[in-house]
């Protein structure tokens, strides 16, 4: 029994009156320890239970990505002039809702901005479908590929892709506990926003309730990133819903709080639904007519996402010419041809 780590837990878990929030440096201590199972797992699960009830503080979360940017690993970029995007999206994957992620990154790729994804398998608690498997399904097994290749493959295409359960072990019995537990504990919300990258990027993180922008956006002003956009998509992710107006906050340091931009999707004359995730098979389908360029129900909701990303990140001067340009990307067979480029250094 680690007496360091009991102390964490009665701070935290000592009921809404007494319970205390923790300082930076003790999140990072308590992190630290449960990568390394340093505590009992009696320990672990309690903390992680008691921190879920207390709610995180920005403090603690920043504190907790200190320890995850000490043992995590970690991608450069040498090939580009530009700081990469690095989409943070929920571990637990997608169970309602067709994604386009993968689609955005190729398509920003392909305009020449680097993302950095991140991500492990089928993961507690919905057990949805997670980004590996749909790039593996297009024939990019990023499980099977080493740290040093992600960084070369990085380098060569612009796409970077952190595979927790290869290249970060250490986290791995804490998704025991959290299947254990069956509820997301802070360390959900903390993986939003961590940055396997070398220096300075622009994290774009998804989320669904909105107290959580203010957690997010405090520990990432303590840990000094100055770029970074929220995004209240599609079942948390960084997809833009268009059955609703798209809710998005980024980052303003000159005003110290996020500038707020509010996207409909029938006010550039595209449909008000998302597709469903009817299952994989179709969604693989329909993804592989897109990159070829023919146009499905998930077409429009491609474009709609690769026009946003397109303005947001400087290729397109606004949301129209964003529309355009992500239709010229689908359709000229660029966006295919970054695919390939893939496939090919595999």
Request: charged share 20%; net charge neutral.
């Amino acid at each position: 029994m680690s007496h360091i780590f009991r102390e964490f837990i009665r701070k935290i878990g000592s009921g809404n009156h007494t319970s205390e929030n923790l300082s930076r440096q003790e999140a990072y201590t308590a992190m630290k320890m449960m990568l390394l199972a340093e505590p009992t797992p009696a320990q672990i699960g309690a903390f992680l239970i008691a921190h879920r009830i207390k709610r995180p503080t920005g403090e603690e979360l920043a504190g907790m990505l200190d320890a995850y940017d000490e043992l995590g690993p970690k991608l450069a970029l040498t090939n580009y002039d530009e700081n990469p995007i690095v989409f943070g999206i929920p571990y637990d994957g997608r169970i309602r809702t067709a994604p386009v992620n993968i689609i955005t990154t190729l398509l920003l790729t392909a305009a020449g901005k680097p993302v950095i994804m991140h991500g492990g398998d089928r993961y507690p608690t919905k057990y949805g479908l997670p980004l590996v498997e749909i790039w593996q399904n297009l024939g990019i097994n990023w499980a099977k590929v080493c740290l040093e290749k992600t960084q070369k493959i990085f380098n060569t295409t612009g796409i970077g892709f952190i595979h927790t359960t290869s290249h970060f072990s250490l986290t791995q019995s804490l998704w025991e506990y959290r299947e254990q537990l069956g509820k997301r504990p802070p360390l959900a919300t903390m993986e939003l926003i961590w940055c396997p990258y070398v220096g300075n990027a622009h994290i774009i993180a998804g989320f669904v309730h909105p107290p959580t922008e203010g957690m997010l956006q405090a520990a990432l002003e303590m840990r000094g990133v100055k770029q970074y956009t929220f995004i209240k998509g599609l079942e948390g992710s960084t997809d833009l819903p268009k059955d609703q107006t798209a809710i998005i906050g980024t980052s303003c340091f000159e005003l110290q709080e996020l500038k707020r931009l509010n996207l409909a999707s029938r006010d550039y004359e595209l449909s008000s639904k998302n597709v469903p995730l009817y299952s994989t098979e179709q969604l693989m389908t329909d993804i592989k007519s897109i990159l070829i360029g023919e146009s499905n129900d998930l077409m429009e909701t491609a474009i709609w996402n690769g026009a946003f990303y397109l303005w947001h990140s400087g290729v397109s001067p606004d949301m129209s010419a964003g529309i355009d340009k992500a239709r010229e990307l689908l359709h000229s067979g660029l966006v295919a041809a970054k695919l390939h480029q893939l496939l090919q250094i595999l």
